[in-house]
């Protein structure tokens, strides 16, 4: 069964990077077929799509956020991790990371599971 | 604003039945599949229902998707009080070239 289990700091400042980890255990997190993401969620908001890393290397971005985010995952340590740049209030928000959803040998376009959040406040 | 439309909240008496709609365009809803997330007070999401109308494992069947056109909705039979919870629509975009979400709907079990 996988799961993600996120680290990072919860408090950043204006302008600094903001780095978040998530470390992948019960599977590869070079499996085939597999992308991971990450989504965020303002307070009291709704969710918001940061990024997806599929298992050929390719990075999707959210545009509104392109030119600012980085992902990228440490095979070895099974890691995936997450940079923001120039943060600022707005980017307050309880960031995720999420695995394909993938059952029975088959992958689907879906994101499960999920990892337990981490609250990061600008400030 | 959410590229996908959600009624902010929803309710029902317990053993009722609930809709939540969400609604889209050609280049999301329209032409891709559809997934459910159910966030629980305090909780990360879960996937409640995948490639529009497929449940997850462990998933009651109580809980269904479907989608015509543009639009997509989920619901729920046999409503419970531990269904209480935030629900979101999400959908890629192949415009914006991004996954989209609806802006969640919070159903309440009176």
């Known amino acids: 069964q996988l799961q993600l289990r996120q680290s990072g700091p919860a408090l950043v400042k204006p302008s600094e990077t903001l780095s978040l980890t998530c470390t992948v255990s019960?599977?590869?997190?070079?499996?085939?077929?597999?992308?991971w993401g990450w989504i965020r969620q303002s307070p009291g908001k709704g969710l918001e799509w940061i990024g997806t890393l599929y298992y050929a290397g390719t990075i999707d971005y959210n545009p509104s956020l392109k030119g600012r985010v980085t992902m990228s995952v440490d095979i070895s340590d099974n890691q995936l991790s997450l940079k923001l740049r120039s943060v600022t209030a707005a980017d307050t928000a309880v960031y995720f990371c999420?695995?394909?959803?993938?059952?029975?040998?088959?992958?689907?376009?879906?994101?499960?599971?999920w990892g337990q959040g981490t609250p990061v406040t600008v400030s | 604003q959410s590229v996908l439309t959600q009624p902010p909240s929803a309710s029902a008496t317990p053993g009722q039945r609930v809709t939540i709609s969400c609604s889209g365009s050609?280049?999301?809803?329209?032409?891709?599949?559809v997934n459910w997330y159910q966030q629980l007070p305090g909780t990360a999401p879960k996937l409640l229902i995948y490639s529009t109308n497929q449940r997850p494992s462990g998933v009651p069947d109580r809980f269904s998707g479907s989608k015509s056109g543009t639009s997509a909705s989920l619901a729920i039979s046999g409503l419970q009080s531990e269904d209480e919870a935030d629900y979101y629509c999400?959908?890629?975009?192949?415009?914006?070239?991004?996954?989209?979400f609806g802006g969640g709907t919070l159903l309440t079990v009176l």
């Open positions: 999420a695995s394909r959803y993938c059952t029975n040998g088959v992958c689907y376009v879906a994101f499960d599971p």
């Open positions: 019960g599977g590869s997190i070079n499996a085939p077929n597999y992308f």
């Open positions: 999400a959908s890629w975009d192949d415009s914006l070239k991004a996954v989209v």
């Open positions: 050609s280049s999301n809803i329209g032409g891709n599949t």
